[in-house]
């Protein structure tokens, strides 16, 4: 569940948000956009955790594939919906990994 | 409760874990760390998040006061005791946050 990252620098796109209420469809588009996500080139991973605020961390080999799935044509819809219906706030960081490590028992 | 960081570049610090069995005081000690970094030299923000996997994300003006976080004393504790009692796993991420842009209703 922790992403298997390759050793640095790789990017994380950081996407925190703050919902609406009732679901309105999002998690159904939620899910289909991780597994969309999941096939794009240059893909890493992903993780993600919501309580009051959600946060998913998406891992990208670099800026190039970033920007291609921003501009994927039903990652494009679902972004259009996202400030129409699902969140009453959100903040997107585009962030170069420099260094990493981990533990694991 | 979405930080409101400055404009980029800054730091962030993703971290991500996954947890042990029991509080074993975690909840005491996470709730302290969370108010002694706020007072440290070029704290930002933070933002956490927790289902099966946790999501800590705190932002920092440069590498230099992460650095000195990482070695403050009370905090060097604390991360001792993570990787005796509270976590089974972990991965610390530092990324330059190289832009960002957000959305509010």
Not at 86 to 100: N, Q
């Amino acid at each position: 569940m922790i992403s298997k990252t390759p050793q640095p620098p790789y990017y994380a796109v950081i996407f925190s948000s703050l919902r609406t209420e009732g679901d309105n469809g999002y998690c159904e588009m939620a899910e289909k956009m991780i597994e969309l996500a999941k096939v794009q080139d240059g893909f890493l991973g992903a993780e993600s955790a919501r309580n009051e605020i959600g946060i998913t961390v998406s891992y990208w080999k670099d800026a190039g594939s970033i920007l291609k799935w921003r501009e994927h044509a039903e990652h494009s819809i679902a972004r259009i919906y996202g400030r129409e219906k699902w969140y009453t706030a959100f903040k997107v960081r585009i962030a170069l990994v420099e260094r990493d490590y981990g533990f694991e028992r």
